[in-house]
């Protein structure tokens, strides 16, 4: 008994506890395991000073109790330092204690539970469903992001400022949008939340092209231009012109409503001939000085240098109008 209870000094020396597994041997082959399992059988033939003696050394009468007891202080120590108990079933203690493992055993024997044990959980707010509370926290956190950014559109990998993987989140309820409650996608969609992506990115980005046209008064968007939070809107119309036939009939309505530019180089050979009228009609002339702008900044000059360079490229038509106007193909001759 002597050596025994030596041996489970020296256990607890390194472990901090008398949880000795039942199979544990001791450096020296002493089956301490064994030896401490007799002592719980036998308890009640103990003399009460080894009794005294094991108390004094904390010892486990109940093994299960005193995991369960275990566990519990964990989940704690985890909802203080998280502010939940939604433990994922991989984490572990940094003593190596499987809390994730425990947590999930509490839920799977809910009805075998004390009351007292049952009770205790519910005042730590433990979830006994994680995918209702998982959908919970992550409505709450849909909810913080459009407040602050006014839009359902959460990066793939954006993380809430309390380490959330939101992005995850809201990509799980569209791929899962079938298996979630009548009362959960009604929710989200109270919220207007977004389960067609693109739909809702061609609609932010409409919305910036109609910005540009109320204060340009055109849709003639240089290639290289960004909005002034950083959006490319010269290569989204230009990838509205590239891919028309793959928009819908919708969305080619609303731009032709917009007065859209389908054909940039055709507007702007009939912007630049409109000016080149009014010059006319001032000065009585199509002899446009090279670096001549009109009053709304175009460079007529320019353009009208171009015409006579590119002539011969130019459509019959085109010349013809040209003509018409009375244009100096050569300004020195003329």
């Known amino acids: 008994w002597e050596q025994g209870f030596s041996a489970l000094q020296a256990f607890k020396g390194v472990n901090g506890n008398c949880l000795v597994p039942d199979k544990h041997e001791t450096p020296d082959k002493f089956n301490l395991g064994g030896w401490v399992s007799q002592q719980r059988q036998s308890k009640d033939k103990l003399s009460e000073e080894r009794e005294r003696r094991l108390n004094d050394l904390g010892f486990v009468w109940d093994p299960l109790k005193e995991q369960?007891?275990?566990g519990f202080s964990a989940l704690k120590s985890y909802k203080e330092a998280?502010?939940?108990?939604?433990?994922?079933?991989?984490?572990?203690?940094?003593?190596k204690?499987?809390?994730?493992?425990?947590?999930?055993?509490?839920?799977?024997?809910?009805?075998?539970?004390?009351e007292?044990?049952?009770?205790?959980?519910?005042?730590?707010?433990?979830?006994?469903?994680?995918l209702k509370e998982k959908f919970e926290q992550g409505f709450s956190a849909l909810k913080s992001y459009k407040e602050v950014n006014g839009?359902?559109?959460?990066?793939?990998?954006?993380?809430?400022?309390?380490?959330f993987n939101l992005g995850g989140w809201v990509g799980t309820q569209r791929q899962s949008k079938d298996k979630l409650s009548e009362e959960q996608e009604r929710r989200l969609n109270e919220l207007s939340f977004v389960w067609d992506?693109?739909?809702?990115?061609?609609?932010?980005?409409?919305?910036?092209?109609?910005?540009?046209?109320?204060v340009n008064g055109n849709c003639l968007v240089p290639d290289k231009h960004k909005t002034p939070?950083?959006?490319?809107?010269?290569?989204?119309?230009?990838?509205?012109?590239?891919?028309?036939?793959?928009?819908?009939?919708e969305q080619?309505?609303?731009?032709?409503?917009?007065?859209?530019?389908?054909?940039?180089?055709?507007?702007?050979?009939?912007?630049g001939f409109s000016a080149l009228q009014a010059f006319k009609v001032v000065n009585g002339n199509c002899l446009v000085p090279a670096n001549y702008k009109t009053p709304d900044k175009f460079g007529l000059g320019s353009w009208v240098g171009k015409q006579r360079q590119s002539k011969d490229k130019l459509s019959e038509e085109r010349q013809r109008r040209l003509n018409a106007l009375g244009f100096a193909w050569n300004a020195l001759v003329q």
């Open 68 to 70: 369960w007891e275990r």
């Open 82 to 95: 998280n502010g939940n108990c939604l433990v994922s079933q991989a984490y572990k203690t940094p003593d």
């Open 97 to 114: 204690f499987n809390l994730g493992v425990w947590v999930s055993q509490q839920r799977q024997s809910k009805d075998k539970l004390s």
């Open 116 to 130: 007292e044990r049952e009770r205790r959980l519910n005042e730590l707010n433990f979830v006994w469903d994680p």
């Open 151 to 163: 839009n359902f559109l959460v990066p793939q990998r954006y993380k809430s400022p309390d380490g």
């Open 197 to 214: 992506t693109l739909k809702e990115q061609w609609e932010q980005k409409f919305s910036a092209l109609q910005a540009y046209k109320e």
């Open 229 to 249: 939070d950083g959006f490319n809107l010269g290569v989204w119309v230009g990838t509205q012109r590239q891919s028309k036939d793959k928009l819908s009939e």
């Open 252 to 271: 080619e309505r609303r731009l032709n409503e917009l007065n859209f530019v389908w054909e940039p180089l055709k507007e702007q050979w009939e912007r």
